[in-house]
T-cell receptor, first 115, second 110 residues
Framework: EAGVTQFPSHSVIEKGQTVTLRCDPI?????LYWYRRVMGKEIKFLLH????????ESGMPNNRFLAERTGGTYSTLKVQPAELEDSGVYFC?????????????FGPGTRLTVT | GQSLEQPSEVTAVEGAIVQINCTYQ??????LSWYQQHDGGAPTFLSY????GLEETGRFSSFLSRSDSYGYLLLQELQMKDSASYFC???????????FGPGTRLSVLP
């Protein structure tokens, strides 16, 4: 069974540019999460999809971030325009369970550097 | 607010036992999970405590006490490959998002 995949693995962009991150969850997993880890700090929740619907987007930092999950399969996270403080590692995770424990399977992450 | 606290670093030698604590100032959560993350890698699920008490999975055990707002991850027979960051995390009743602790970096020395 393929795990969670993310693309690209690394992205270096200039301030003001746009970047789109992609996440392919494990097949059959309805729950999809986006997280961000800034250098040496905790893993911060961004948002949660259940199928194609946004269940919780309380962690999205501002309206420069837009997440979509068309058709309830893969998801994209667009940052437009990017700012220096957006640098970090963006993780995607998916899970199947609706009951606890909710074991989440993480992707390898996309390291975003904004210069 | 919701916050989890963990020691930033722990060092131990191969074969030893180490306990990583997680304390929290919150309530109304489903349970406490633990994740391991090697440098440059993805977090991987280790264990979950929905009820108070001890859960054992091989060399790893995890404990939760809701009355004490406290949990821990116990790693036994430490191996070099256990060097990694360990995160505790909770999911709250009133929302669906996870809150992660700041992480504890474990260094296992020969």
């Amino acid at each position: 069974e393929a795990g969670v995949t993310q693309f690209p693995s690394h992205s270096v962009i200039e301030k003001g540019q746009t970047v789109t991150l992609r996440c392919d969850p494990i097949s059959g997993h309805d729950n999809l999460y986006w997280y961000r880890r800034v250098m040496g700090k905790e893993i911060k929740f961004l948002l949660h999809f259940v199928k194609e619907s946004k269940q919780d987007e309380s962690g999205m930092p501002n309206n420069r971030f837009l997440a979509e999950r068309t058709g309830g399969t893969y998801s994209t996270l667009k940052v437009q325009p990017a700012e220096l403080e957006d640098s970090g590692v963006y993780f995607c995770a998916s899970s199947q369970a609706t009951e606890q424990p909710d074991e989440q399977y993480f992707g390898p992450g996309t390291r975003l550097t904004v210069t | 607010g919701q916050s989890l606290e963990q020691p930033s670093e722990v060092t131990a030698v191969e074969g030893a036992i180490v306990q990583i604590n997680c304390t929290y100032q919150t309530s109304g959560f489903y349970g406490l999970s633990w994740y391991q993350q090697h440098d440059g890698g993805a977090p991987t699920f280790l264990s979950y405590n929905g009820l108070d008490g001890l859960e054992e999975t091989g060399r790893f055990s995890s404990f939760l006490s809701r009355s004490d707002s406290y949990g821990y991850l116990l790693l036994q027979e430490l191996q070099m490959k256990d060097s990694a960051s360990y995160f505790c995390a909770v999911r709250f009743h009133y929302g669906q998002n996870f809150v992660f602790g700041p992480g504890t970096r474990l260094s296992v020395l020969p």
